[in-house]
């Protein structure tokens, strides 16, 4: 009841501070990520192969298998959720990542109206490591209007979809660790299990982010016949949250929301986005990726890091925010493989590292 009425609160805030706001409460437009020879395809054809591989992917999804296969249709990748399963949880809190000095500048005009209500008052990272997390939205509209957070200064977020992977996920971290580099992570509802917590408390103590990315990640419940349902896509994303909150009895949550296949590949989420808004949850997509779910992807490190790199060059006009789309599953040994390249290659390009929040 507490928590209900709490985000009451919050929705009446929200739509206090939008009415306030003379900045559009419209949604932005999809990012763009047109097709070239490496398999990126426009908006257009996007939504256009979104609606064939709907009814596909409908019949591909198998909530009940023990793995799932199925078709991405954001990339038109292959993208596979493996529910939590056998695996050391690797819970090693230990090392820090190397924060870069990035304070976002909050008394801009622009961050006070589009910055998301905390959960409950509750984070999605560890205040120490708050001078480099940045709100969501202002990320999701650096990304699309391809400019900087900061005057000259270029950011990178690292986000990893579809864990927990309780075998996997902590070699990613032990790879960010290592690089000293943080991440947001994209969380399904289902994999916050007992085994799992310790990997979340992990993640937090390393500087990490929580992020939400659907309890079920069922393209037919969330988005049937490829457009979006508003109510499923609440109850889910309540789910998740809730289920992350429970895993980290009440200290934690996230309003950090992915759409599962991504925000540009369905219809009509507007009311989708309106509700999620209401209770102060907000979505972002990516303007690069790895292409680690496609079924055309890269197949070594060096293709991985030229796919990051050259689709930012060519269709973000070398972007100074970035927000990188990869998979921690156990699927993904070359992203892992590939992580510490990426990394150095961003730095290389005067990219230091965020977390959304
Ligand atoms: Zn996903």
């Known amino acids: 009841m507490k928590m209900r009425l709490c985000r009451l609160c919050l929705a009446l805030l929200g739509t206090a501070m939008l009415l306030v706001s003379c900045q559009p409460a419209r949604d932005p437009a999809p990012l763009t990520m047109p097709r070239n020879e490496q398999g990126l395809v426009s908006s257009s054809t996007h939504r256009k192969v979104s609606q064939e591989q709907a009814a596909i992917n ?7 298998s023990s793995t799932t296969r199925q ?9 596979e959720v493996r529910p939590p399963g056998v695996g050391e949880s690797g819970a090693d809190a230990g090392s820090e990542l190397i924060a870069k000095d990035s304070d976002i500048g909050g008394d801009s005009e622009i ?25 969501t939205l202002r990320v999701r509209e650096a990304i699309q209007n391809q400019v900087a957070l900061e005057d000259g200064k270029r950011i990178a977020f690292l986000t990893f979809d579809d864990g927990i992977d309780s075998y996997s996920t902590p070699l990613v971290l032990d790879v960010l660790r290592d690089m000293g580099a943080p991440a947001t992570f994209f969380m399904l509802g289902h994999s916050f299990n007992e085994d799992n917590r310790p990997i979340l408390e992990r993640m937090l103590d390393e500087g990490h982010a929580l992020a939400l ?32 909150e429970e895993a980290l009895d009440g200290r934690y949550s996230s309003n950090v929301w992915r ?28 303007n690069a990726l790895n292409e680690d779910a496609n079924m055309n992807k890269p197949t070594t490190v060096e293709g991985q890091v030229e796919m990051v790199i050259e689709g930012w060059k060519r269709y973000h006009g070398e972007a100074d925010t970035m927000v990188v789309l990869m998979h921690d599953g156990g699927a993904y040994q070359l992203t892992r493989d590939s992580l510490p390249a990426i990394i150095r290659k961003l730095r290389e390009l005067d990219f230091s590292f965020g977390i959304l929040k």
């Open 58 to 64: 409908a019949g591909l999804l198998d909530e009940d």
């Open 71 to 79: 078709q991405d249709v954001s990339t038109g990748l292959g993208e």
């Open 111 to 135: 961050s006070e109206i589009t910055e998301a209500p905390e959960v409950d008052g509750l984070q999605n990272h560890k205040s120490e490591f708050a001078h480099y997390a940045y709100d």
């Open 213 to 244: 990315h659907s309890y079920t990640h069922s393209y037919k419940t969330l988005y049937p016949e490829g457009v979006g349902d508003a109510d499923a896509v609440l109850d889910d994303c309540l789910s998740c949250q809730e289920a992350l």
């Open 259 to 286: 759409y599962p296949g991504g925000h540009m590949t369905w219809q009509n989420l507007e009311a989708a986005d309106a509700a999620l808004a209401e209770i102060g949850v907000h979505w972002i997509d990516w």
